[in-house]
């Protein structure tokens, strides 16, 4: 069975500190990794991972996928209290029908 | 913003009842995607829909159903409400085919079964 699995499922943090989200994955035909950012509801884009250690980077947030070991991370720097939301990774697959497979998602909370 | 509506934002019903929600995509994008998010989980996938016919499912009961219009909007309706349909309905718009799917949701609608 896909799956997607993310650690830590929660993280508390204050401002100015960097921290490092997980994203594990085991599915077939794999084709891509997302992440994307939930704050209230509506989960917004952050990256879309397709090849193996080409780092991404927006502003204080960058991301790396590591298709031998099936993981990607998630960092952030100089978090701020805007940062406080569910970060959520997703894997795609490159045959089928096209979906997103969750992972539950991180809780970040960044304290002033 | 994504440019995905979603209607209600909120809705309770009680066991037993229907519900229709409802999405309007983002200008341009030809294909929906429904997703249900329960309390401390992922979105799971429930269904998709290009060219107004069902493009693929996942693990739901058939009592979950959609449409998609003329106009790529689209509706997620459920019979017979359980408990445990109580979640986060998000709506999801992209333009099928292009090399770099993303998809662009919607900010949802929470419903509660009593």
């Known amino acids: 069975e896909d799956k997607v699995v993310q650690s830590p499922l929660s993280l508390v943090v204050h401002e100015g500190d960097t921290v490092t989200l997980n994203c594990s994955y085991e599915?077939?035909?794999?084709?891509?990794l997302l992440w994307y950012k939930q704050e209230k509801k509506a989960p917004t884009f952050l990256f879309m991972l397709?090849?193996?250690?080409i780092e991404k980077k927006s502003g204080r947030l960058s991301s790396i996928l590591d298709k031998k070991e099936l993981f990607s991370i998630l960092n952030i720097t100089a978090t701020q209290t805007g940062d406080s939301a569910v970060y959520l990774c997703?894997?795609?697959?490159?045959?089928?029908?096209?979906?997103?497979?969750f992972g539950t998602g991180t809780r970040l909370k960044v304290l002033a | 913003e994504t440019g995905v509506t979603q209607s209600p934002t909120h809705l309770i019903k009680t066991r037993g009842q229907q519900v229709t929600l409802r999405c309007s995509s983002q200008?341009?994008?030809?294909?929906v995607s429904w997703y249900q998010q329960a309390l401390g989980q992922g979105p799971q996938f429930i269904f998709q829909?290009?060219?107004?016919?069902?493009?693929g499912r996942g693990n739901f009961p058939p009592r979950f159903s959609g449409l998609q219009f003329p106009n790529y909007s689209s509706e997620l309706n459920v019979n017979a409400l359980e408990l445990d349909d109580s979640a986060l309905y998000l709506c999801?718009?992209?333009?099928?085919?292009?090399?770099?799917?993303?998809?662009?949701f919607g900010s949802g609608t929470q419903l509660s079964v009593l």
């Open positions: 999801a718009s992209s333009i099928s085919g292009t090399t770099n799917e993303k998809l662009f």
């Open positions: 599915v077939t035909n794999f084709r891509s």
């Open positions: 397709t090849s193996s250690g």
């Open positions: 997703a894997a795609t697959l490159s045959s089928g029908t096209y979906k997103y497979i």
């Open positions: 200008s341009g994008h030809n294909t």
């Open positions: 829909y290009y060219r107004e016919e069902e493009n």
